[in-house]
């Protein structure tokens, strides 16, 4: 309670109307992160409980949110026709959380064609928030003063952790119950249930928002005609396209953790909760401080540091099974997707001019969606063809699963984005000079151990400067 009372007395903005649409907003965050948390995480083990392939998983996790994201290049055009954004937004969430319903019931309903119904079920489930989030970016950008953005949103990505976090928890704890109870089926029921209810409080503060008048989310048809020139103008094309190489880089790999553990090392749901909880923990514990150094030094220094380590990450989950290994390196994750994650999505506020923001945003996000879909469809083909066994000068090595070789190529991958993009970065804003061993040390400085391995890397990349 002490916490909250002290998140009630800072203050954002000057306006009473504009501070009050910004509690709101942070409850919004909390309840549709309650969503995500409880039920977006389970998608991929739903998929697994009705028995997907390799390949089914990977398009479970890439195909609907790219069908979806066109609905951003619709939205923006709502917004041209009727000049809101508030409507646009709740109506979205309105529709993702009627959306839950059937995909928690279709499969059942219909089990010969389970897997094929959660996925078309899953692709209109994603176009709520793409409906809306053309608009949220615009009203937003509108709302949150420039000089606070970092700080607002790191506070309200934190209370957002925090809600997915204890719903991906109790998630797990109701699945592992009902498990245990031999009727799983009926836990992800209730956890999907359970979630729509909390997107309809979600959609509740949304409707609670002031919308002033400003910078409709809208696609300028004459500007619209020459996107390509636009993004380039903006500066934005350079960023968008290093932001949807990684993503495909990162979805190689990204949808078949998920169906490593529960199928090759047979975690039960506690323990996947656990491992997946490990990692948003650590969000909470860190994005705060990734805002104010957001705002203190810039986005290009947090997107260098974080993305040089970044690629590695998969490659980690080959060298072992044990399970304490691998919440370690969930939780070095973690840390790192936080800054990274906090301060893309800051630089493309910084990139985007108000007037033309939809759209770009719009343009920006269905890249990466693209981007996704690909590196999944490759990771979920590699996944159904690569051997579990291998020979290489002489010695013969046998892989627990096939799903290595799509980690180590997902970590190829990214060392390759990430060599060729991350010394093109250019700071937008002007920010004060820090190291990225100095960066890497403000952010551990209150864990001894990652605080010393981190520096290590940040003056490791010092002497490559």
């Not at 939780?331 to 990274?340: K, Q």
Request: proline letters at 4%; one cysteine or more; a positive charge.
């Amino acid at each position: 309670m002490k916490r909250v009372r002290e998140v009630s007395r800072q203050s954002f903005s000057k306006d009473p109307a504009v501070e009050q649409s910004l509690r709101h907003s942070i409850k919004d965050a909390v309840f549709f992160s309650t969503m995500t948390g409880g039920a977006e995480s389970y998608f991929s083990a739903f998929g697994v409980f009705l028995r997907a392939t390799t390949a089914q998983i990977g398009i479970l996790a890439s195909l609907p949110p790219l069908l979806a994201s066109f609905m951003q290049i619709v939205s923006a055009w709502l917004g041209r026709a009727t000049g809101h954004r508030r409507q646009i937004i709740v109506w979205g969430a309105i529709l993702q959380a009627l959306t839950l319903v059937p995909l928690a019931l279709l499969p059942s309903l219909f089990p010969t064609h389970a897997v094929p119904l959660l996925i078309l079920t899953a692709v209109v489930y994603f176009f709520g928030p793409n409906l809306g989030s053309p608009q949220w970016g615009s009203l937003m950008g509108d709302l949150v003063p420039e000089n606070r953005r970092g700080r607002f949103f790191a506070l309200r990505t934190k209370f957002a952790s925090i809600a997915s976090f204890s719903a991906l928890i109790g998630a797990g704890l109701v699945l592992e119950g009902f498990d245990t109870l031999g009727i799983t089926y009926w836990g992800f029921v209730t956890v999907f249930l359970t979630a729509a209810i909390a997107r309809f409080a979600s959609a509740y503060h949304l409707r609670q928002m002031i919308d002033p008048p400003g910078h409709v989310a809208a696609i300028e048809v004459s500007w619209h005609r020459d996107l390509w020139q636009g993004l380039k103008d903006t500066g934005l094309l350079r960023f968008s396209v290093f932001f949807a190489s990684m993503q495909f880089a990162v979805a190689i790999a990204s949808p078949f953790f998920t169906l490593y553990m529960l199928r090759d090392l047979e975690f039960s749901y506690v323990a996947f909760m656990i491992n997946s909880a490990a990692s948003v923990c650590v969000q909470f514990l860190t994005l705060n401080r990734w805002g104010r150094l957001s705002d203190l030094f810039g986005n290009r220094l947090i997107l260098i540091t974080t993305g040089s380590i970044i690629p590695l990450m998969p490659a980690l989950w080959v060298l072992s099974t044990n399970y304490y290994y691998l919440l370690a390196v969930q939780a070095v994750s973690g840390l790192l997707w936080a800054g990274f994650s906090l301060s893309a999505s800051n630089f493309v506020f910084d990139l985007t001019p108000p007037s033309r923001r939809a759209t770009l945003m719009a343009a920006h996000n269905v890249l990466a969606a693209a981007a996704v879909f690909l590196g999944a469809a490759l990771g979920g083909s590699l996944g159904m063809l690569l051997p579990n066994e291998i020979t290489l000068f002489g010695e013969h090595f046998d892989w627990l699963s096939a799903l290595y070789g799509v980690f180590l190529l997902s970590t190829l991958a990214r060392l390759c984005v990430a060599g060729f993009f991350l010394p093109r970065l250019e700071e937008v804003r002007r920010v004060r000079r820090m190291s990225p061993g100095g960066l890497i040390f403000r952010v551990t400085r209150a864990h001894a151990v990652s605080g010393l391995v981190f520096e290590i890397v940040g003056r490791f990349r010092k002497d490559e400067e």
